[in-house]
């Protein structure tokens, strides 16, 4: 890809679309272009395709869309399949008319069957039952990347897919209600250390296995798997099959993981686990030896990804934390 190539991140001020503008920058792009929520209405097909027209795209990032937790995706399951499958669909559709041959579409992990055998590979896709909680959202993403395999195919285009595990790092929503459980615990540890709490207590057994990825990582895969060439990327991917794991290829136990962040954090009371409260899954595993094999692996550990996020954390006001 050329350095000074027109390059549309859309979602530029989430976890992942912000840190692809930042590994992009850092790699030498110089011609990003990005739009806030109040200059461009993703969901507007209008608005999405005169954008468009008159931009001179050549290279798209697709990270917008709408997420949440459990709560929010069991309250507002139409909000997240309407939002989510309009801005897929606008923007797919509007870089097709636009004459725009390089795509890049992100996904989601809860693509795949609730039960889907671990590592989860990218032919679990379609195999079984959804989880129900977060069923329309995973429709959607579903849906987004058959809209990149159909593009392909009828149209020769090279729109790609990436599936990411659990991310976490700056940017990430660190609101007390609805955030995700990596920064939850920062949060929790780090308001029990100002408060000079003696006890953290954490939900379920702590047995639980599961995979995280520090953003950056996922965003320098995603300008990885962008920039391969057709031959390795075909090589590796099949035409109804096209979508890419990304993770780490390494899970923890949530024990291991509060206690991290309990170290990170600086925390010294006692962790106990409530074993009342669920566990959900026993394992959730990306498995990421189609993009091991493409060249690219993690590199940020766990413990420096955390220590990363937890400076973030410290560092912003609350109102960024929370958005």
Not at 174 to 200: C, M, Q, T, Y
Not at 227 to 245: C, D, F
């Given at each position: ?259 991290t962040v309990a170290k990170v954090v600086g925390f010294e009371g006692s962790i106990n686990f409530d074993v009342s409260k669920p566990d959900g899954a026993p394992r959730k595993l990306m498995e990421v030896a189609r993009l091991n094999d493409m060249g690219w692996s993690s590199t940020v550990g766990l413990e420096k990804g955390l220590s990363l996020a937890y400076q973030w954390y410290l560092n912003n006001p609350l109102d960024l934390r929370e958005a």
């Amino acid at each position: 890809m050329e350095l000074n190539s027109r390059i549309y991140v859309a979602g530029h001020r989430g976890m992942v679309g912000s840190a692809i503008v930042r590994q992009l920058k850092a790699s030498g792009y110089t011609n990003i272009i990005t739009r806030t929520r109040n200059e461009l209405d993703l969901t507007n097909q209008k608005a999405v395709f005169d954008f468009f027209r008159t931009e001179n795209i050549e290279k798209v990032y697709l990270a917008a869309a709408k997420v949440g937790g459990i709560v929010a995706n069991n309250t507002y399951p139409a909000d997240f399949i309407y939002e989510n499958l309009m801005i897929q669909c606008n923007i797919i559709h509007a870089a097709h008319l636009a004459d725009i041959q390089k795509l890049l579409f992100l996904g989601s992990s809860c693509i795949y069957p609730k039960l889907a055998t671990q590592p989860m590979a990218e032919s679990a896709l379609l195999t079984g039952e959804l989880e129900p909680t977060n069923e329309p959202y995973a429709v959607a993403k579903i849906a987004g990347i058959k809209l990149c395999e159909s593009y392909n195919r009828q149209f020769c285009r090279d729109y790609r897919s990436v599936m990411p595990t659990n991310l976490y790092g700056p940017n990430d929503n660190f609101h007390p209600e609805n955030s995700h459980v990596i920064p939850a615990l920062i949060r929790r540890f780090h308001e029990a250390k100002l408060n000079g709490d003696k006890e953290v207590v954490a939900w379920g057994s702590g047995k639980p296995m599961r995979e995280f990825l520090y953003v950056d990582d996922m965003a320098d895969a995603s300008i990885h798997v962008m920039n391969l060439s057709n031959e390795v990327y075909k090589e590796n991917t099949q035409p109804m099959l096209s979508h890419i794991n990304v993770g780490s290829g390494i899970d923890c136990t949530i024990r291991e993981l509060v206690e991290t962040v309990a170290k990170v954090v600086g925390f010294e009371g006692s962790i106990n686990f409530d074993v009342s409260k669920p566990d959900g899954a026993p394992r959730k595993l990306m498995e990421v030896a189609r993009l091991n094999d493409m060249g690219w692996s993690s590199t940020v550990g766990l413990e420096k990804g955390l220590s990363l996020a937890y400076q973030w954390y410290l560092n912003n006001p609350l109102d960024l934390r929370e958005a």
